[in-house]
């Protein structure tokens, strides 16, 4: 009886000793074993736009020139651009690498004539404001990116000797001025035009009913397109080279009489033309000037 005790106190003891054991390891384990880590979030992205090249300054953007990547958001700036309509068809301010981030100063709008036309003019062009006083120009037939040639007639003196006139005694007259009509640049492109929109009346329906308009209660309206009537043209912007643009200046300081005709967008050759003066017509069309 006692010895059955005996076994019954020590298989007890044994017990209670490897409970503490388990007790003591689970600890160990616990403080040695590192924590569970939180479940990661998944980063918030945005899509932007990127360039698939070097691209250098003053590169008219075309759509496989860029592609779209999503980056983190804290990656992206408000400036950068996400889509490629604001992008294609734009000119490079700045040298870019492959993998770049577009951003909206990154670009010049070609059309923009007020900040960005300086881009697209090369590095041995200037940019020339013509006064648009020639009927091409005023009937709203140019557009940005003609091919034009830029006639002219200017009075010039003819000296005596240079083209022959004599009076009744066989004596050389006194010099005179004679209109040349000459071909003084061919091939011009046009960068831009520079016009004046009119304001048109409202319509008188819309007055006579005294009805509120959508502009009286306060929804925003879409600026309307421009009737060809009420576009006036000021100005032919031209990208000329620093001589051609000095001509020009002469030609206008001078008072001379300036039309622009319209090339066809495939004519590449210069023509070889004769100026035309009061001998190159009579010699032409069997004029008699008498005098």
Do not use: C, W
């Not at 000793?17 to 990661?40: D, E, N």
């Not at 577009?102 to 041995?124: K, Y």
């Not at 001589?243 to 050759?269: E, M, Y």
């Amino acid at each position: 009886m006692n010895r059955r005790r005996g076994f019954f106190i020590a298989f007890i003891g044994i017990a209670i000793a490897l409970v503490g054991i388990f007790i003591v390891f689970r600890l160990i384990q616990r403080v040695t074993l590192p924590s569970p880590q939180p479940t990661a979030v998944p980063p918030i992205t945005e899509a932007v736009l990127v360039t698939t090249r070097d691209i250098p300054i003053q590169t008219l953007l075309k759509k496989e020139d860029l592609t779209v990547i999503d980056v983190p958001v804290e990656l992206a700036s408000p400036n950068s651009l996400t889509d490629f309509e604001t992008a294609v068809g734009k000119i490079t301010k700045v040298p870019l690498v492959s993998g770049e981030i577009l951003m909206r100063h990154h670009l010049a709008d070609p059309t923009n004539i007020q900040g960005d036309v300086a881009f697209i003019i090369e590095d041995d062009q200037v940019l020339m404001a013509f006064p648009a006083d020639d009927l091409m120009s005023q009937i709203n037939i140019l557009q940005p990116g003609d091919l034009v040639d830029i006639l002219v007639s200017l009075e010039q003196p003819v000296l005596p000797g240079q083209i022959g006139f004599t009076d009744a005694t066989g004596e050389e007259e006194k010099p005179e001025d004679v209109l040349f009509t000459f071909n003084a640049l061919q091939r011009v492109a046009i960068s831009a035009i520079v016009v004046e929109i009119t304001p048109t009346r409202q319509s008188s329906s819309s007055t006579a009913t005294g009805g509120r308009t959508a502009e009286a209660e306060g929804t925003p309206q879409p600026t309307p397109t421009p009737e060809p009537s009420s576009i006036e043209p000021q100005a032919v912007l031209l990208a000329l080279s620093p001589q051609d643009a000095l001509i020009l200046k002469h030609i206008k300081d001078a008072g001379g009489i300036v039309d622009i005709v319209l090339r066809a967008p495939t004519s590449n050759q210069i023509f070889e033309l004769n100026p035309v003066m009061p001998e190159y017509l009579r010699d032409r069309y069997d004029l008699v000037i008498t005098r």
